[in-house]
Each structure stands twice: as structure tokens, then as C-alpha cells.
């Protein structure tokens, strides 16, 4: 089992810049690819971004390419989140996720969520 647990959110001026943090801690083989999905109020949760273990493929989401940034250090067990040019839409609970190498699709770890907020 890996646990997932989250730093870095907080509120932030439309136009500024957040960087999240996740380290996972148990198993490494739950954690060959690493990711973020967020929440924001009355809405459904949305996929943000993912890398694999290499770390050479990263993948946004439409709404997020371009002023968003993930990487990862394998060393430290953690992902980051560099979220740049925010936007009041960009306000939710971000979550940290990872899988297997044996997992194609969804996410089977879950952080605990921190909160981000854009105010305009």
C-alpha cells in the first residue's frame, strides 16, 4: 500500500503561482506513474495532469497546458505541481494520485486533497 500526502496549496491572486508537493511513502511499485486531479465546488472531480516513472511524457489537461508543470523526484518519492498563471477556475482541492506499472488506466491511490484558491 502507498500513502499519498499532500503540501503547497493555499490562496493566491489570479496571475500568480502555486507549487504543490506530494511524497508518497509504502510501496514505490504503487507509484510508476504519479498524477493530480482536482475538485472544485458543485463540480465533478477532473483529471490535471500525470507522469510515468521516466518522467519524459508528461500529460495536461486541456485546461491546464501550457501554465501548468509536473515533474517528479524518484529519489524523494514526491511530485510537484507548478501551477503558473492561476485563474479563479483553477480554484479546488487538488489531489495527488498514483498507480502500478500494471494499471493502464484510473488511479488506485488517492491523497487527502489541498486546497487552492484564486481570488480575483
Known amino acids: 500500500q502507498v500513502q499519498l500526502v499532500e503540501s503547497g496549496g493555499g490562496t493566491v491572486q489570479a496571475g500568480g503561482s502555486l507549487r504543490l508537493s506530494c511524497k508518497a511513502t509504502?510501496?514505490?511499485?504503487?507509484?510508476?506513474?504519479m498524477g493530480w486531479f482536482r475538485q472544485a465546488p458543485g463540480k465533478e472531480r477532473e483529471f490535471v495532469a500525470r507522469?510515468?516513472?521516466?518522467?519524459?511524457?508528461?500529460y495536461y489537461s486541456d485546461a491546464v497546458r501550457g501554465r501548468f508543470t509536473i515533474s517528479r523526484d524518484n529519489g524523494e518519492s514526491m511530485v510537484f505541481l507548478q501551477m503558473n498563471d492561476l485563474k479563479p477556475e483553477d480554484t479546488a482541492v487538488y489531489y495527488c494520485?498514483?498507480?502500478?506499472?500494471?494499471?493502464?488506466?484510473?488511479?488506485?491511490?488517492w491523497g487527502q486533497g489541498t486546497q487552492v484558491t484564486v481570488s480575483t
Open positions: 494520485v498514483s498507480r502500478g506499472i500494471h494499471q493502464a488506466e484510473g488511479f488506485d491511490h
Open positions: 509504502g510501496r514505490s511499485y504503487d507509484t510508476y506513474t
Open positions: 507522469l510515468a516513472w521516466r518522467g519524459n511524457s508528461p
